[in-house]
């Protein structure tokens, strides 16, 4: 990233500075765990296979990716490596993410490892001598795993073992099976051929989930990365059995859940406590809108004084998914790493930035084998990693001014912006969003009946001033003919809900694939179809249930695609101030902020704090005392400033 330009005021004098990029710098060369007694007392780092290999990485190529991690980012404190999803699947035409019948299951209907992309999990070794590996390098050993139990095992009628006797579970005089336990109206939305939740009110049930997370202990697994359970795929009985059974095993394990789409801080309050980290948006791939989607969910989670809270057996952190730099793959592909990411380099450090700021859990997407000089030092930049393990009050800064500017002058900035053609950039809006039925915000819906016989459930609640009321048209499901035999009490008091009168496009609460960040935004619609994930139910408390979910709908003011400037702050264990500016224009802007309003941020500064010195990051410029700080900001660009303030 280039700063055109940074003015720095003070009483007495004005310092103008006009500098590029010159290096990385940062105030501790090596950031390390001060305490590992628990649970993911920080916010744990490591690498994914999932951005550079999809579900398509063999063993080979992974033992790759982890001797580098070792080498080059264990110093740095990334200990974790992890597999991503489908490791059971068989590489084989006709194999993709939402297959049915490729996987590789033991006789208890558990996943194993695909001896074709793993050799050493053969003869039912599962992943033993690979954590074995793993853990010779120093490093933890990960593994993603789906919610509940395989169509394969439900279909293929498979017993249930009992782990505290090593045979088949019994209960009520009968042996279990997992066609007993699989709850087939609760298939995961996006793999719905894979995966399907399992009865937790039931012992049967409960056994299951514990012979799975049993064999990831027995394989050496240190981490586990939950999917399909959190947002809008709300499972908490899942979670919080997973949570209970993982307290009991002899070797600990680190609980993460993926993904988050239409995660809020109410929904993730329920499931903080029991897990180390988890995520908050859909899928983030290498595209700027991914990036500046994270902005708002980032704000609303430290807002929600969620950052290093209380969680299993340590602490649990909002998660804002993986870092997608470097050499990658496509979302969804059946093939490895053939592509540089997308992102600008000016991007890859404001995603860095924030990702730091925020407290997330830092996981590497890409290709270790082809990491560049650049983004290995932007990922082991010792400031963004102190920043990232040892700040404290980590939260956005809102009293920053910024204007736009189509063009800025070359040598010198004018205190008159309007002759550079600056704007400010704001927007409001209105955003479906899904939250605990618990919560008060979730009330506020109401029927109305129109001319024609028509109907709509309309949003009462709260809206942004001047905006229409949001109206949704009620209509009852439909039945096709193949589905005469399905249970039709299922939808007794449901409602499909319309974008419009005259369009098939039903209101959903999952998607049916997995979103990218940036598509979670873009609306929550599509083809209507009997599906339990379009189905509502007005109660009369003015909640408007989903069938799917058990999640509430409601329609919050916020602000749309992040644009504007944008700032975070925190403070540093040494007494520096870390205040970082975020420019999320597609133009080049100046941001400004004073020392006083830096100082009131903060809880432990005296607000009588008036001049602050320091240095900015990304050019190591160092400056003195002064009043005001502004700085011209790269489009999509930031500065990260680490200040002494008296």
Known sequence: MTMKGVVLSSISCLFVFFFSLSGLHGINSEAQPEDESGHA??????????????????????????????????SKG??????????????????????????????WGRMQPDPGRWPSSAGGRGFTDIAAKVHSMGLKFGIHVMRGVSTQAVNGHTPILDVKTGKAYEE?????????????????????????SVNTKTGAGRAFLRSLYQQYADWGVDFVKHDCVFGSD??????????????????????SLSPGVDATPALAKEVSGLVNMYRVTGDDWDTWEDVASHFNVARDMAAAGLIGTGGLQGKSWPDLDMLPFGWLTDPGSNEGPHRHSNLTRTEKETQMTLWSMAKSPIMYGGDMRRISVRDLALITNPTLLEINWFSSNNKEFPHVTGTQCSRLRRHTLSHNHESEKCAGTTLDAQVLALRSCKDTKAKGWSHKLLEDDLEQICWK??????????????????????????????INGKLHLLEAETKDSCLIAAPNRKLTSAEVSKGSFSNCRWEAYQMWELKRNGTLINNYSGLCASLDSAKATPVGSRAWIASGRQGEIYLAFFNLNKETSVISTTASDVAKALPERNSRDSTCSGRELWSGKSFGPVKVLSITVQAHGSALFVLNCH
């Open 41 to 74: 007392n920080l916010p744990p780092r490591g690498w994914n296979s999932y951005d550079s290999f999809s579900w398509v990485i063999t063993e080979k190529q992974f033992l790759q990716n982890v001797e580098l991690v070792a080498q080059r980012l264990k």
């Open 78 to 107: 990334y200990e974790y490596v992890v597999v991503d999803f489908l490791w059971y699947r068989k590489k084989v035409e006709g194999a993709y993410t939402d297959s049915l019948g490729f996987d590789v299951i033991d006789e």
């Open 172 to 196: 009520g005089g009968r042996q279990w099976y997992a066609s007993d336990v699989g709850i087939k109206e609760r298939a995961c939305v996006w793999m719905k051929n894979g995966f399907m």
């Open 234 to 255: 709300l499972d908490l009985d899942e979670i919080t059995v997973v949570s209970e059974v993982l307290k009991e095993l002899n070797h600990p394990i680190t609980y």
């Open 461 to 490: 609640g709260k809206t942004t001033k001047h905006q229409a009321p949001f109206c949704l048209y009620k209509r009852r499901p439909f039945f096709e003919l193949h589905q005469e035999t399905r249970n039709k009490s299922q």
